[in-house]
C-alpha cells in the first residue's frame, strides 16, 4: 500500500472532508446497532424483560398525548437551559485570566521545603528519571537515578530533617 494515501495530521484534511468521514463513520455506527438489535431484543425477551415493559409503558397499549407533548418541551427547555448558562460564562470569563502568576522557586527553597540536603535537590534537578525511597514518616531517604540530563557523581543522600506534623 502506498503511504502518501494515508494522512496522518488531520490539520492536512480540510473540514468538509472531517465533516463527511464523521457522517460516515456515524451512519456505519447507526448500521451496526440497526443489525445487532434484533439479538439484543431476543436476549431481552429470553431474560423476560418484555413482559416487564408492557406491564410499565403499555398498560393500555394506548398514545398518551401529554407524555408525548411534555418529554419534548422539557427536553428543549433542558437544552436551552444549558446553552444559555454556558454563553453567560464565556462572556463573563473571556477575555479574563483566571490564572495567578506564581513566582519561580529557587533549588534551596525546594530542597529546604523537602527536608533535604541542597546537594540532593540538585542531584534530583539534574535527573531524567529518579526513583525516591521514603522513611516510616514519610521523609526522603535516598535517591536512585536511572536517566540524568548531565554526567554528575554518585547520588548523595538526604539530610535527616524532623518530620512535619
Not at 9 to 27: D, M
Not at 100 to 128: C, M, N, Y
Amino acid at each position: 500500500m502506498n503511504s502518501q494515501v494515508l494522512i496522518y495530521s488531520p490539520q492536512n484534511q480540510s473540514n468538509v472532508q472531517r465533516g463527511l468521514y464523521g457522517t460516515i463513520t456515524l451512519l456505519a455506527w447507526a448500521v451496526y446497532f440497526y443489525l445487532i438489535l434484533p439479538l439484543v431484543t431476543l436476549l431481552l425477551w429470553w431474560l423476560g424483560l418484555r413482559g416487564s415493559y408492557v406491564q410499565l409503558w403499555l398498560p393500555e397499549a394506548g398514545f398518551d398525548r401529554t407524555l408525548a407533548l411534555t418529554l419534548p418541551l422539557l427536553a428543549v427547555a433542558c437544552a436551552l437551559l444549558l446553552i444559555g448558562w454556558a454563553e453567560i460564562n464565556r462572556l463573563r470569563f473571556q477575555n479574563r485570566e483566571r490564572r495567578s502568576h506564581v513566582g519561580d522557586t529557587t533549588p534551596d527553597e525546594i530542597a529546604d521545603a523537602l527536608g533535604a540536603s541542597h546537594l540532593f535537590a540538585d542531584r534530583l534537578r539534574g535527573a531524567r528519571v529518579a526513583t525516591l525511597t521514603l522513611d516510616e514518616q514519610a521523609g526522603l531517604s535516598g535517591i536512585t537515578v536511572a536517566s540524568e540530563l548531565a554526567t554528575q557523581g554518585p547520588a548523595p543522600r538526604p539530610s535527616r530533617a524532623p518530620a512535619l506534623t
